[in-house]
């Protein structure tokens, strides 16, 4: 037994098993107990991975938003995923956080999987290798990452109840496998998700015991995600150690009768107990007891007392050491360092899936371009859900075309037609305080007579956590809006219950409107909103008031909305066409919109909204100088591409994705992204779609089939093949060379000879793949084994050195139980993508004497 181990121990012995039982659950959404005895104080855990939000919903309090972990995964460049890593700690203790719920490590097993732009890919060796750079990244600098949502929690239809339905081997091969890369880099908290696997709900499985915590040896904390602990013995015998959200849970009293009573093990309980003070000690959360602890378990206290901590109003949830000491020293904000790593992100993401000579553009040569799309102007930045940021800043792709090119080249902006997108909550931009005339809204909080309770001046109609005073019956948001265009006006207010929207003292909207869904992300984070129109004239202000009245059980999210007249689409398509045909180069921007792409809902379908597809066509037939870019977290259907003259992708970028995306498009940074995750012409092309269970059930049928795997077993083509990404370069491929043999359990190294035969310098991603002998066994057509990225002048030779990992060649095997590798001749296939591999050879793997 170590020093620490045997100081665990002794911490151990103080406590009574209530005051064990007591530091399982949360002390209020955010923050785990303080047991003062002990010198532990409360740890605070915020959601990620795009960004550290803290414990509050408040727009007053900005954070870094980073690229989305779709667009870290289409970097395949651990190094800068670790510094990114080492950003979000900075921000992470700027925050006061200790636990960052990042990465999540589920895979896009479908293209309709709402939050894909929360997951890095559709393979597990990439997302495996992304996510443990991002843990390394955070952990260095005294912040536990987390590994989340364990396990096959691949969609969101009906995701607090669904069972998948996967065998063992598909399991350990593919979803289970980046959860292992994880915890081998020293991941310190794992999460548990809402679903259930083979008849068991997550939080209870017995795969929180085996693998995870015997077999691979993890030696962290198993959280729940937020209200995901339903049973509370079964839970308690497995390998749950902390519930979430407090201070209310499951456990509590009924924890210490069951134990009491013999049916959960003391043992149990003690080493669930020992997981919590080892990630203490790792964050730097436990010491001698001194009155700055105490103080902390007074304010763990008073918030746990506090309606604002109760599950029932404020259950949300439901590296480069040169970044952390360099970009944000503790307490401090953000500098200019931190913008230009997030910036160089943007570009490095940036995958280019098509180009007939167009990019980069010459400044030099633009007097006038054409910025065409309602993205260009207000772009999504990241994905809907728990995760969401409120960032400082947005640098527009509008922003960041106008900054790169300077005053000598006129920039032009059209909106075109309407994309569909929700209206937006009320922005200072367009409203201002009723009460002190600055730029945003009124938020109020009135008891049953309407008297006033407490009253603030806030930045957004959007309000996620308004303040909960005792006798608090009804939430109001109020501005004077100040409509910049004459016609009908779309108002809406968003939540549950009894809700009433009024301009002017006219009566829009009142009504009742129940809560149907138990989501935490929509009951809390997205409610649903209830529209009316109003004919408003351009610069007359009027006065809007909209009302929610607090009922159990519907939380207290507050979304107040406002849109224009939707524009005549054929008058847009028109003025963006004739821009474009006058423009040396026309830029168009579309995207996805808040329909889509959100946590707590699944896609339907592939399509980008409104008349997108139409305005690219439009543009592309005007100009034939036209960059098509793709504002979206997953993939989306591009009907048109072949008629662009380039299609760059930049998923949801952050806040620094005009910048980034201007670097790109003039040259001062290469397109540096390759595809994580196969994108299909059409939805009805692709080989698995299926996101919704039947009966509570949701069977893979595919196995171990999904992404490129699918496609290569099928034999169809993909618009865009896993990989797949163009430079400002172009490469040739010329040799191959790997072991003629090797002892099954070795690694090898595949080096691969290629040939700058571009006028620029480039970046190459080296992918290797195999594919294994002929036989009974099923496996995949072919499979990533290892990858590299080369640099090289123009003309330059230079080689490529991928490490290929044992478990590269292992398979599982149900009927033992273990992993096993197959003698045989295994081929070793090298290109630039899943679909374009030039260069093969053999090794034979040998049985070990």
């Avoid at 994880?182 to 795969?207: D, P, Q």
């Avoid at 604002?308 to 200019?336: F, T």
């Avoid at 909204?609 to 993939?635: F, I, K, Y």
């Avoid at 949701?698 to 163009?726: C, K, N, Q, S, V």
């Amino acid at each position: 037994m170590t020093d620490d181990e045997a100081e665990r121990e002794r911490l151990l012995g103080k406590l009574t098993l209530r005051e064990k039982v007591r530091l399982l659950t949360g002390a209020t959404t955010w923050r785990t107990r303080a047991e003062p005895a002990l010198g532990l104080r409360e740890m605070v855990l915020s959601d990620g991975p795009a960004g550290v939000r803290g414990q509050a919903w408040d727009e007053r309090e900005p954070s870094l938003l980073l690229p989305s972990a779709s667009a870290l995964g289409a970097l395949w460049d651990e190094r800068l995923v670790e510094r990114l890593g080492g950003l979000l700690a900075a921000e992470a203790r700027r925050k006061g956080v200790d636990v960052v719920l990042a990465p999540t490590l589920n895979l896009h097993r479908t293209p309709l999987g709402g939050r894909h732009f929360e997951c890095f890919s559709e393979d597990p060796e990439l997302t495996g290798r992304t996510g443990a750079a991002l843990v390394r990244g955070i952990q260095a600098h005294g912040v536990a990452a987390t590994a989340k949502h364990f396990v096959a929690n691949d969609s969101e239809t009906d995701r607090l109840t669904v069972d998948v339905r996967v065998p063992e081997r598909v399991l350990r091969e593919v979803y289970l496998a980046p959860f292992e890369a994880a915890v081998e880099a020293g991941v310190r908290v794992v999460m548990a998700g809402y679903n259930g696997v083979n008849g068991t709900t997550m939080s209870a499985s017995s795969l929180l015991t085996d693998p995870l915590k015997r077999e691979w040896g993890f030696e962290g904390v198993v959280v729940s995600d937020w209200g995901a602990l339903r049973e509370g013995d079964p839970a308690a015998r497995a390998g749950l150690d902390l519930a979430m959200p407090g201070p209310e849970s499951p456990w509590g009293a009924a924890l210490v009768r069951a134990v009491e009573d013999g049916r959960v093990p003391q043992a149990a309980v003690d080493d669930k107990v020992r997981r919590l003070l080892t990630l203490a000690a790792a964050c730097g959360a436990l010491g001698e007891p001194s009155m700055e602890t105490v103080t902390s378990r007074d304010a763990g206290a008073d918030a746990a007392a506090d309606p604002r901590a109760l599950p029932e109003a404020d259950a949300l949830g439901a590296a480069g050491d040169e970044v952390c000491a360099d970009i944000a020293p503790e307490g401090a904000e953000p500098g200019p360092d931190a913008r230009a790593l997030l910036r160089r992100a943007v570009a490095a993401s940036s995958v280019l899936l098509h180009n007939r000579y167009v990019l980069p553009l010459d400044p030099g040569r633009l007097r006038t371009v054409a910025v065409i799309g309602a993205h260009a102007t207000l772009p999504r930045t990241q994905g809907g859900g728990s995760a969401g940021v409120f960032p400082r800043h947005v640098v527009t792709p509008l922003d960041g075309i106008r900054d790169a090119l300077g005053a000598g080249t006129r920039v032009v902006h059209v909106p075109g037609p309407s994309t569909d997108a929700p209206a937006p909550p009320l922005d200072p931009a367009l409203c201002t305080d009723p009460v002190t005339g600055t730029p945003g809204v009124r938020l109020r909080l009135l008891d049953a007579s309407g008297e006033e309770l407490h009253a603030e001046h806030r930045l957004s109609g959007r309000q996620l956590e308004p303040l909960l005073v005792p006798g608090a019956h009804t939430v109001e948001i109020s501005a004077r809006l100040l409509p910049d265009v004459t016609g009908s006006w779309t108002i809406g207010v968003g939540g549950f219950g009894r809700m009433s929207v009024t301009v002017d003292e006219r009566v829009l909207l009142d009504g009742e409107f129940a809560r149907e869904t138990d989501d935490p992300a929509v009951v809390h984070v997205n409610p649903p909103v209830h529209c009316a129109r109003v004919p408003l004239r351009a610069e007359s202000a009027v006065l809007v008031t909209a009302r929610r009245e607090l009922v159990p059980g519907a939380g207290r999210a507050t979304v107040v909305t406002a849109a224009p007249p939707r524009p005549d689409d054929r008058a847009a398509l028109a003025e963006a066409a004739s821009a474009a045909r006058h423009a040396d180069a026309a830029i168009v921007v579309v995207g996805t919109t808040e329909h889509g792409e959100s946590e707590g809902y699944d896609r339907t379908d592939l399509g980008l909204g409104g008349r997108q597809d139409d305005l690219v066509r439009a543009v592309t037939a005007a100009n034939p100088n036209t960059v098509v870019v793709v504002n979206s977290g997953g993939p989306v259907e591009l009907p048109w591409r072949a008629q662009a003259g380039a299609v760059l992708l930049t998923w949801f970028p952050g806040q620094e994705g005009g910048a980034g995306l201007a670097d790109v498009l003039f040259g001062r940074a290469e397109p540096g992204g390759r595809l994580p995750t196969t994108w299909a012409a059409t939805l009805t092309d692709a080989p698995v779609t299926r996101t919704g269970p039947t009966a509570g059930r949701l069977d893979y049928e595919e196995g171990l089939h999904i992404g490129y795997r699918a496609w290569a077993r099928h034999h169809r083509t993909p618009a865009y093949w896993f990989g797949h990404g163009l430079g400002y370069t172009t490469w040739a491929y010329e040799a191959l060379d790997v072991p003629d043999d090797l002892v099954a359990g070795e690694s090898f190294t595949a080096r691969i000879a290629l040939r700058n035969t571009g006028g620029r310098p480039g970046r190459e991603v080296v992918q290797v793949y195999l594919s294994a002998p002929a036989g009974p066994l099923e496996r995949p057509e072919r499979w990533l084994a290892g990858y590299a990225a080369v640099h090289a002048g123009p003309g330059e030779r230079t080689t490529a050195v991928v490490e290929i990992p044992a478990r590269a060649l292992r398979h599982w095997e149900e009927d033992t139980h273990a992993w096993r590798t197959r003698p045989g001749p295994y081929r070793v296939l090298a290109g630039r993508s899943a679909g374009a591999l030039p260069l093969t050879a053999v090794t034979l793997v040998r049985a070990p004497r």
